[in-house]
């Protein structure tokens, strides 16, 4: 597609519930990342994948959190037993290339999810 | 550890008059620096990017300017324009991007 298309824009959930988010990045870009921007703050790295694989995990906060990327293309972010805490913005970016190289990462608007 | 954060948060500018939004960050190894703009209910939006080799790089009324020495990266725009009000976040990318906190550009008209 023209962009990255992330899905749904608005998420309300009740605490305790679980929450899949789904990016649709870029056709062709190999690397998709993950991001969790809070109210006021700048995003915050959560995960990203190259292809299929996913080479990094480390701002994941909790294993409730958890991404997959299947085929290599589209992606879910899947957070289970949602907290309070949890409520944010997710943003997903692709990129053309690999990690290793200069990435200008586009980003799609964002799930906005509320968790009550 | 490495950090990335901007100076103000907050910035006031006549339309028509260029802004200055500055950035400083604390890893001396970063070799590459990227500005974002977010309006509100969009993602980030890349507007200009330089590697470390570069002290200076244009764009479409765009320049950002690096100084290795102070760690230190501003983004400049010349003749500001309403649409130009958001939310400005410098980021690094080693590969993943650590982004500050933002600076929020007002416009008056």
């Known amino acids: 597609g023209a962009g990255v298309s992330q899905s749904p824009r608005y998420k309300v959930a009740k605490r305790g519930q679980d929450v899949a988010l789904r990016c649709d990045p870029i056709?062709?870009?190999?690397?998709l990342f993950w991001y969790q921007q809070a109210l006021g703050q700048g995003p915050e790295f959560l995960t990203y994948?190259?292809?299929?694989?996913?080479?990094?995990k480390s701002g994941l906060p909790s294993d409730r959190f958890f991404a997959e990327r299947p085929e290599g293309s589209v992606s879910t972010l899947k957070i289970q037993r949602t907290q309070q805490e949890d409520s944010a913005v997710y943003l997903c970016?692709?990129?053309?290339?690999?990690?290793?190289?200069?990435?200008?990462?586009?980003f799609g608007a964002g799930s906005r999810l509320t968790v009550l | 550890g490495e950090s990335v954060g901007l100076h103000l948060p907050t910035l006031s500018v006549q339309e028509g008059d260029n802004s200055i939004i500055n950035c400083a960050y604390s890893?001396?190894?970063?070799?590459?620096f990227i500005w974002y703009k977010q309006e509100s209910g969009k993602g980030p939006q890349f507007i200009i990017d330089?590697?470390?080799?570069?002290d200076k790089r244009q764009g479409q009324r765009v320049t950002v300017l690096l100084n290795k020495t102070v760690k230190h990266l501003s983004l400049q725009i010349a003749a500001t324009q309403p649409g130009d009000s958001a939310v400005y976040f410098c980021?690094?990318?080693?590969?993943?991007?650590?982004f500050g906190a933002g600076t929020t550009v007002t416009v008056r008209a």
């Open positions: 970016a692709s990129s053309l290339g690999g990690p290793t190289g200069p990435n200008v990462l586009t």
């Open positions: 056709s062709g870009h190999v690397s």
């Open positions: 994948f190259q292809n299929e694989a996913q080479l990094d």
């Open positions: 890893n001396s190894a970063s070799d590459y």
């Open positions: 330089i590697r470390s080799n570069m």
């Open positions: 980021a690094e990318n080693f590969p993943k991007l650590s």
